[in-house]
């Protein structure tokens, strides 16, 4: 969020760059995650099926979030477009944080690594 707000609002080329690469990174970690909390929450078994939901409907919000920008930008310029972004990123951190911590069994997640035991 803060990464668009820096790029709506500044004209600082470095600055516009920098931010620019801080939403690089976040997008190419939230996939990662996304699939490290489904493993965790619903398993190998239910794995593939989970992963196939969160994909159709990661698809379908890229699909109405495109329109919605696209809409916006048309009737109210490139800034409703930054304050779309941020509204989303404000509602994925409120997402994310709905999911009870108890819920992901990190074993499962990540077996990898040595994780305390779940407190089951």
Not at 22 to 37: D, E, F, V
Not at 75 to 91: D, I, N, P, Q, S
Request: glycine share 12%; hydrophobic share 50%.
């Amino acid at each position: 969020m803060g990464a668009a707000a820096v790029i709506l609002t500044s004209r600082q080329y470095w600055l516009i760059a920098l931010a620019q690469a801080m939403m690089c990174l976040s997008g190419a970690t939230i996939a990662p995650a996304l699939i490290g909390i489904t493993l965790g929450v619903v398993g190998q078994a239910q794995f593939r099926r989970q992963n196939g939901r969160n994909q159709a409907y990661n698809h379908a919000g890229n699909m109405a979030g495109a329109a919605i920008a696209g809409l916006l930008g048309w009737h109210f310029g490139y800034a409703a477009v930054f304050w779309l972004a941020a509204g989303f990123g404000a509602a994925t951190i409120v997402a994310v944080l709905t999911i009870p911590a108890g819920r992901i069994d990190h074993h499962r997640a990540d077996p990898g690594r040595c994780w305390p035991s779940p407190q089951r």
